[in-house]
């Protein structure tokens, strides 16, 4: 118990002196594959059963995920092109195209239909994003 105590009483006065939240998040991601677009290059599904503290998280294509009604997701093209995966109403997917682009932590997503969806990056894994919207 006595060697929990300064370690707790250091990450709280680190989240302190940062100020706010999204600041302690820039600071993760500095130094990380973020900085190369490419890292977020793929098809992203929401795998909502690991969601946890507010964050999001999504899993590749490919990554064995539990079965689901429905899963939301979507892929980011390396030239600029999103697509939005939505659960359909009949718990398919249906697709609404947009593009995309990043600044700092932030991908930003402008759909067709004028919608804006952030995500912003906590953390990146090559088969795991979290994000925080």
Partial sequence: MKTILPALTLSLLALCACGSQSEV????????????????????????????????????????????RGREGFVVRPDGSFVLLAIAPADGTEEHPGQWTREGAVLRATLEDGTVREYRVVSLEPDRLRVQR
Wanted: hydrophobic fraction near 35%; charge should be negative; charged fraction near 25%.
């Fill in 25 to 68: 998040l820039d600071k993760n991601l500095e130094g990380s594959a973020l900085e190369n677009d490419s890292s977020l290059v793929g098809t992203w599904w929401h795998a909502q059963e690991e969601d946890a503290d507010g964050l999001e998280v999504y899993r590749r294509q490919g990554v064995p995920l539990a079965p689901a």
